[in-house]
């Protein structure tokens, strides 16, 4: 029965994310004279999940037992560290190795300019990954954890649901010019390639919020990709020889996709390895 009532809440969460973001284009479409990427409808896609899984949560049997709303910094520290550190130390692999391979040109890299933006993005998006952390893995991952998925299946049903209810951002939301910037196709390529990129990062995501077992380390993951990745890219602190983005762009390039995936993994093992340990010591 607890089933049941687990995955039709799952269900209506995973379908109204979906098209809560076509109904914030559609709002936008109403309101037409609104500055980019600070509209009603984009507030609205941003907000409204979390209104729901507070909803789901409230009223309708989920409780708050598995948010993962408490820090558990005990015996965790060191999972925080690399959580703040997995997308800068992976960026500034994609960089030099895209740059010995003639890439990437990092001669335009200006620090104190770039540390400044770093600094201020790092604490907006605190608070902006808090509204999707507590959606993402605080909510669907945790109900998928209870509902006993394979490793896997949960992988991919978060990353699916999560990339696609991106799919308005990339495809309306974010201006052309800045798509271009990151990858020089066009947004429905750009919308696919990104959508797999995300399907890849939640296997790390997924492991670092069940290796701490709160959401916040995945809340400073988060927060360490906006500040690190985006601007580096898009303010041209670096730049890319023709066609050779998709390989080393380190927003989505294949090269840093295929680190993420080796660190999650990683991940995945360390918690393998702990939650054997922890079997292991309840039997003795």
Not at 137 to 142: D, F, Q, S
Not at 143 to 169: N, Q, R
Request: glycine share 6%.
């Amino acid at each position: 029965m607890e089933n049941k009532k687990t995955i039709r809440n799952v269900i209506i969460f995973s379908v109204f994310a979906l098209v809560v973001g076509w109904i914030g284009v559609g709002i936008d479409k109403l309101l037409p004279e609104q500055e980019e990427e600070e509209t009603l409808g984009m507030a609205f896609w941003l907000i409204t999940p979390l209104l729901l899984v507070i909803i789901l949560r409230s009223f309708f049997g989920d409780g708050w037992k598995d948010a993962g709303l408490k820090p558990n910094f005990k015996g965790n520290l060191n999972w925080y560290g690399i959580a703040f550190l997995i997308f800068p130390v992976v960026t500034l692999i994609t960089v030099l190795t895209g740059s010995l391979f003639g890439a990437i040109d990092s001669s335009s890299f200006y620090a104190t300019g770039y540390f400044e933006i770093f600094i201020g993005l790092f604490f907006i998006n605190i608070l902006k990954n808090i509204f999707e952390e507590s959606v993402w893995r605080g909510y669907l991952t945790a109900k998928l954890i209870t509902l006993k998925l394979s490793d896997w299946s949960i992988y991919l049903v978060v990353g699916l649901v999560w990339g696609l209810w991106h799919a308005p951002y990339y495809l309306s939301f974010l201006p052309e010019e800045d798509i271009y910037t990151v990858l020089p196709v066009d947004k429905l390529l750009f919308a696919f390639i990104a959508v797999v990129n995300i399907t890849v990062w939640s296997v790390m995501f997924t492991e670092i919020f069940r290796i701490t077992k709160s959401v916040w380390s995945a809340v400073l993951l988060h927060a360490s990709e906006d500040a690190v990745v985006n601007h580096l890219v898009i303010d041209g602190y670096i730049t890319f020889s023709p066609n050779t983005e998709i390989w080393f762009s380190p927003i989505c390039g294949v090269f840093p996709t295929i680190l993420f995936l080796i660190i999650g993994l990683w991940l995945r093992k360390q918690r393998m390895i702990t939650l054997t340990k922890t079997t292991l010591n309840e039997n003795i």
